[in-house]
């Protein structure tokens, strides 16, 4: 069972909070914290707003929406952000990121 993720439904889509670890081995959702804040490693750098494009690039590409569909609201210079992606409602998010996890925690023979 996966946590309950901290979402919040806006006028034309979702906002989510996330704590960033920027410089990791890989780029992935890593895990749901008890606060139900996202936890997502970069590969890249916090430098020159690398990490936050890469942040873009990776959550477009796992809710399948365009990169301008996604907006950093709050905590542009921080770890901690909330992250506004336009066109998804709740719910499929939550899909999402619960398979995504679920698909992590499967060991792979």
Same mark, same amino acid.
């Given at each position: /069972?996966?946590?309950?993720?901290?979402?919040? %439904?806006? @006028?034309? #889509? &979702?906002?989510? +909070?996330?704590?960033?670890? +920027?410089?990791?081995?890989?780029?992935?959702?890593?895990?749901? /914290?008890?606060?139900? &804040?996202?936890?997502?490693?970069? =590969?890249?750098?916090?430098?020159? @707003?690398?990490? =936050?494009?890469?942040?873009?690039?990776?959550?477009?590409?796992?809710?399948?929406?365009? =990169? =301008?569909?996604?907006?950093?609201?709050? @905590?542009?210079?921080? *770890? *901690?952000?909330?992250? $506004?992606? &336009? #066109?998804? !409602? %709740?719910?499929?998010? !939550?899909?999402?990121?619960?398979? &995504?996890? *679920? !698909?992590?925690?499967?060991?792979? $023979?």
């Amino acid at each position: /069972m996966v946590k309950s993720v901290q979402l919040k %439904p806006g @006028g034309k #889509g &979702t906002a989510l +909070a996330l704590q960033v670890v +920027a410089r990791a081995n890989r780029t992935e959702l890593a895990e749901v /914290m008890a606060d139900g &804040t996202l936890r997502v490693r970069l =590969n890249a750098p916090p430098v020159d @707003g690398k990490a =936050n494009r890469a942040l873009i690039d990776f959550l477009a590409h796992l809710f399948q929406v365009r =990169n =301008n569909d996604i907006e950093i609201v709050a @905590g542009e210079h921080s *770890k *901690k952000k909330i992250v $506004s992606i &336009t #066109g998804i !409602e %709740p719910e499929q998010v !939550e899909k999402v990121i619960e398979k &995504t996890i *679920k !698909e992590k925690q499967v060991p792979q $023979s």
